[in-house]
């Protein structure tokens, strides 16, 4: 495996090298005037000093251990590390299907016994919204996050109501294959090191993703370590953006941007909360469509049709049909 050293404030990662070029992400105050203009205009950017989860830094393992309660988290493991993400949803209308990962239910002090097995071959990462189950500590931890600076940049940028608060623990080297979401996320570092690959949406015809009714939906179809460019030509020409977003780190990641997110060797696990909103209410349409409203323009058009069709067999030559000869 090909590697690249990368500097951080004096700070040095060892990361995979992948084949397309990429740009650093911004790295600014949170206070800078130029990372306020990035965040107004849907771009990413890494800020430093907002102190977001300042509350919570002293999270460790053994901390969540003590204090998240007794419930049930949800656990998936993976043998070669990815965890790529699939709608269990669509799973019916996809017999053919086999899911990439396993899924768990277990409490959180389960979760970190597996950790410490030296026998456990697996990867594993959980993924769990915070919720009522958690210790009285927990929850004073959480209402002391910085929500006057997080309220202020929602209110500043129109975007819609906070949805949830995704608590995420991950072991070395687990990797989210690329992809994208549909509302805006501040992603908060608490603990390790993670590497973000970004793409901007105008490169939507490079990154292939699954047809909108497979349970791999908004998941780029490209394997990065080993891209196939036969069939799918266009990822030669993906350029891309990357950071390193460690302990007190802020990501804003715009909706529609793709994604890879991958936990850094020789770190420890890694432990981040992400602060997940609603798109705009109403957006408002300015011509030329930014990238990110012609893919949400063509989503709802796939949806719509996949709604229409009610048939997953039919809606490939369906759409075939509607374009070929005419747009192509």
Not at 76 to 89: L, Q, V
Request: charged share 20%; hydrophobic share 35%; with cysteine.
């Amino acid at each position: 495996m090909a590697t690249e050293t990368i500097k951080v404030n004096s700070r040095e990662f060892v990361v995979k090298k992948y084949s397309f070029p990429t740009e650093q992400i911004p790295r600014l105050d949170y206070q800078d005037k130029k990372a306020e203009k990035l965040i107004e205009n849907g771009q990413p950017v890494i800020l430093t000093g907002s102190d977001l989860v300042g509350s919570a830094h002293h999270w460790d393992i053994g901390y969540l251990c003590s204090n998240l309660g007794s419930g049930q988290y949800t656990v998936y493991s993976s043998a070669d590390g990815k965890f790529k993400y699939y709608d269990d949803k669509k799973l019916t209308q996809n017999k053919q299907f086999k899911p990439p990962t396993t899924q768990t239910d277990m409490t959180f002090q389960e979760f970190a016994a597996k950790l410490k097995r030296k026998d456990n071959k697996e990867l594993m990462y959980l993924q769990q919204p915070l919720n009522d189950t958690v210790g009285t500590r927990i929850v004073m931890d959480f209402t002391n996050f910085n929500w006057g600076w997080a309220n202020e940049t929602q209110k500043k940028n129109h975007w819609g109501p906070m949805t949830s608060n995704l608590l995420l623990v991950g072991m070395e080297g687990v990797i989210t294959p690329a992809h994208y979401d549909e509302q805006e996320n501040l992603f908060a570092q608490i603990q390790g090191y993670k590497r973000f690959l970004l793409f901007d949406p105008s490169q939507f015809e490079c990154m292939y993703p699954y047809p909108i009714y497979h349970p791999h939906d908004r998941q780029s179809q490209v394997d990065f370590d080993n891209p196939d460019l036969t069939k799918f030509p266009n990822f030669a020409n993906v350029k891309g953006y990357e950071g390193i977003v460690g302990p007190r780190d802020v990501l804003y990641l715009p909706m529609y941007w793709w994604h890879q997110v991958e936990s850094l060797h020789g770190h420890g696990e890694t432990i981040s909360i992400t602060f997940w909103y609603k798109a705009a209410p109403t957006v408002k349409v300015v011509y030329p469509l930014t990238s990110g409203q012609k893919v949400a323009i063509m989503r709802n058009i796939e949806k719509m049709i996949a709604e229409a069709l009610n048939d997953n067999e039919s809606m490939p030559s369906f759409m075939q049909a509607m374009v070929q000869g005419r747009y192509t």
